[in-house]
Nanobody, 122 residues
Framework: QVQLVESGGGLVQAGGSLRLSCADS????????MGWFRQAPGKEREFVAA????????SYADSVKGRFTISRGNANNRVYLQMNSLKPEDTALYYC???????????????WGQGTQVTVSS
């Protein structure tokens, strides 16, 4: 069973940084690809970043390339999203997801956390 819990969200000024963390309390974390999605009010959930089970493959949305970094620690069942140079348009509820492979479509992911809010002020 996969249970995902996000943390690390908050309020930050434009240009600032935040580090999101997602913990999985299950025993099969290392066998899943892990991803981050976000959803702003009135908008669809969109892909942010993902990392394969081994960490060898990583994918980013064009809007966050060069600013966000995804990483995973299979020893502690966590995946991280380091967000630098934040912009007001990054404001959203950020979700952690687990699934069999990397994909930018929400329907391709099997498990979801409850989300953590990120708000970037201008």
């Amino acid at each position: 069973q996969v249970q995902l819990v996000e943390s690390g969200g908050g309020l930050v000024q434009a240009g600032g940084s935040l580090r999101l963390s997602c913990a999985d309390s299950g025993r099969t974390f290392s066998s899943y690809a892990m991803g981050w999605f976000r959803q702003a009010p009135g908008k669809e959930r969109e892909f942010v970043a993902a990392v394969s089970w081994s960490g060898a493959s990583i994918s980013y949305a064009d809007s966050v390339k060069g600013r966000f970094t995804i990483s995973r620690g299979n020893a502690n069942n966590r995946v991280y999203l380091q967000m630098n140079s934040l912009k007001p348009e990054d404001t959203a509820l950020y979700y952690c997801a687990a699934g069999p492979r990397i994909g930018d479509y929400p329907g391709s992911w099997d498990y979801w956390g409850q989300g953590t809010q990120v708000t970037v002020s201008s």
